[in-house]
């Protein structure tokens, strides 16, 4: 069965800080997703990795696959990047298993 | 593309009633997938189709939940009889095969059952 951890689960910081969300998860998962879910509800995918690194706008994810880890970071973090972030991993089949989700707030 | 759309956004609906909800998913995506968000128990997979053949429904929780995803354009989430136990947020996710392109997910439809 694919695992998702996800840490922390809860992450307060104040504007301009710099974030990073850490993802551990199994062997049998192939590719990453972040996802970020604003107190509204909608879910909106940021980034699949599947090896190496990706950039938009403030937002960088990171993979490594050796380790089966992998980060999102926020840099020049905002009250706006308040929202949960949430891993998760598909495996073998197209679904996806998700992590518990990381509540970030950023304070002004 | 207008995204993902379910309907309705809200429903609250009494102990033993049905319960449908509906998905559009991005035109030209031909896996689509039905999730649940609970406070609990966070997202879960429930059902997805790939070219509207059901591929895995191990996470639909009994039977009295059933999806059908008659043609490519939509697909419908059915619990009867509902119970309060199901009230959560629905989501509706589409992508291209494999979920090369990442997913696109739908607002969600909150089932509230009293």
């Known amino acids: 069965k694919n695992e998702v951890e996800q840490s922390p689960q809860n992450l307060t910081a104040q504007e301009g800080e710099f974030i990073t969300i850490n993802c551990s998860y199994s062997?049998?998962?192939?590719?990453l997703h972040w996802l970020q879910q604003h107190p509204g509800g909608g879910i909106v995918s940021l980034f699949m990795?599947?090896?190496g690194k990706k950039k938009h706008g403030r937002l960088i994810a990171t993979i490594n696959i050796q380790e089966k880890h992998s980060s999102l970071h926020i840099t020049a973090s905002h009250p706006r990047d308040s929202a949960v972030y949430i891993c998760a991993g598909r495996g073998g089949a197209d679904g996806l298993t998700f992590g518990k989700g990381t509540h970030l707030i950023i304070q002004p | 593309d207008a995204g993902v759309i379910q309907s309705p956004r809200h429903e609250v609906t009494e102990m033993g009633q049905e319960v449908t909800l509906r998905c559009k998913p991005i035109?030209?995506?031909?896996?689509l997938f039905w999730y649940r968000q609970t406070m609990m128990r966070g997202l879960e997979l429930l059902i997805y189709?790939?070219?509207?053949?059901?591929?895995?429904d191990s996470g639909m929780p009994e039977d009295r939940f059933s999806a059908k995803m008659p043609n490519a354009s939509f697909s419908t989430l059915k619990i009867q009889p509902s119970e309060p136990r199901d009230s959560a947020v629905y989501f509706c996710a589409s992508s291209l095969l494999q979920g090369a392109s990442g997913y696109t997910f739908g607002s969600g439809t909150r089932l509230t059952v009293v």
């Open positions: 035109s030209g995506h031909n896996s």
């Open positions: 990795l599947s090896s």
């Open positions: 062997v049998g998962i192939s590719a």
């Open positions: 189709f790939n070219n509207n053949v059901p591929i895995d």
